[in-house]
């Protein structure tokens, strides 16, 4: 199974988002091979799926709290996400790690709630540019991995995604054999720590309609993770053609 997730980070109003999804359902259709998810801002997704003539098209959330319930203000519980109709919750996105400082503590917990919640969880690790260019990335990566995934967690619920910070919003991506050869390291790593040998890894990073053949052709790859290129549905369904 192919996945290709839209991310669309604090962009739309419910409005205009609920325009994108109705052109999208209309282009493109999820089937047992391949499906999409549509991360929008929160506070749309209601107004979304209760605008939509058919119930066909999966949502998920950018984040989700830490906590169960009680006096977080400006937090939204796995559980108020679920009840929406969410199935899917990313968590640990690069931004959520350095413009909100989630540590590797925080994002065990949000992975808790969520498991709880029986929600999917796409997990995100990737490196900076400063590490890729000293040859770091893998040491960084099975170290974001390991520091926050246990034996406890039910894997079937994980999805992971591959996502360089530097190749984020940035219209640069690593070589194609680099990014298959992550994806791999990243493969291998779940193996040898966690047993398990069958896991999803999108890749994400300046992903668009012109380089996704590229990169969802690569071997190790499963699917993709897409932010900026998700808000256009032209762009979003051409992309999704190609996985
Ligand atoms: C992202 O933020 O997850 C992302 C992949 O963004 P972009 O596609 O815009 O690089």
Same mark, same amino acid.
């Given at each position: 199974?192919?996945? /290709?997730?839209? +991310?669309?980070?604090? +962009?739309?109003?419910?409005?205009?988002?609920?325009?994108?999804?109705?052109?999208?359902?209309?282009?493109?259709?999820?089937?047992?091979?391949?499906?999409?998810?549509?991360?929008?801002?929160?506070?749309?997704?209601?107004?979304?799926?209760?605008?939509?003539?058919?119930? %066909?098209?999966?949502?998920?959330?950018? %984040?989700?709290?830490q906590?169960? +319930?009680? $006096?977080?203000?400006?937090?939204?519980?796995?559980?108020?996400i679920?009840?929406?109709?969410?199935?899917?919750i !990313?968590?640990?996105?690069?931004?959520?790690?350095?413009i909100? +400082?989630?540590?590797?503590?925080?994002?065990?917990? #949000?992975?808790?709630?969520? /498991?709880? *919640?029986?929600?999917?969880?796409?997990?995100?690790?990737?490196?900076?540019?400063?590490?890729?260019?000293?040859?770091?990335?893998?040491?960084?990566?099975?170290?974001q991995?390991?520091?926050?995934?246990?034996?406890?967690?039910?894997? #079937? *619920?994980?999805? !992971?995604?591959?996502?360089?910070?530097?190749?984020?919003?940035?219209?640069?991506?690593?070589?194609?054999?680099?990014?298959?050869?992550?994806?791999l @390291?990243? @493969?291998?790593?779940?193996?040898?720590?966690y047993?398990?040998?069958?896991?999803?890894? /999108?890749?994400?990073?300046?992903?668009?309609?012109?380089?996704?053949?590229?990169?969802?052709?690569?071997?190790?790859? %499963?699917?993709?993770l897409?932010?900026? $290129?998700?808000?256009? $549905?032209?762009?979003?369904?051409?992309?999704?053609?190609?996985?």
């Amino acid at each position: 199974m192919k996945l /290709l997730i839209a +991310n669309w980070k604090m +962009n739309k109003n419910f409005d205009d988002g609920l325009k994108v999804i109705k052109t999208i359902r209309k282009k493109i259709k999820n089937n047992s091979n391949k499906k999409y998810i549509i991360l929008p801002p929160l506070q749309s997704t209601l107004h979304i799926k209760n605008n939509l003539i058919k119930n %066909d098209v999966i949502f998920g959330s950018q %984040d989700c709290s830490q906590f169960k +319930n009680g $006096a977080y203000t400006g937090d939204i519980s796995a559980q108020m996400i679920k009840k929406i109709g969410c199935k899917y919750i !990313l968590i640990g996105h690069s931004e959520r790690r350095t413009i909100f +400082n989630e540590t590797d503590e925080v994002l065990k917990r #949000k992975i808790k709630r969520a /498991l709880e *919640q029986k929600l999917k969880v796409i997990f995100c690790v990737g490196e900076s540019l400063t590490q890729y260019k000293q040859g770091n990335s893998i040491k960084f990566i099975i170290k974001q991995l390991t520091k926050v995934l246990d034996n406890n967690i039910n894997f #079937k *619920q994980i999805i !992971l995604a591959y996502e360089p910070i530097w190749a984020i919003g940035t219209n640069v991506t690593p070589r194609m054999e680099e990014i298959d050869y992550i994806h791999l @390291k990243i @493969k291998e790593t779940m193996k040898k720590k966690y047993n398990i040998l069958k896991i999803p890894v /999108l890749y994400g990073g300046s992903v668009k309609a012109v380089n996704s053949s590229d990169i969802f052709s690569l071997k190790n790859v %499963d699917g993709g993770l897409i932010g900026g $290129a998700s808000l256009i $549905a032209s762009e979003f369904c051409k992309i999704y053609d190609t996985l």
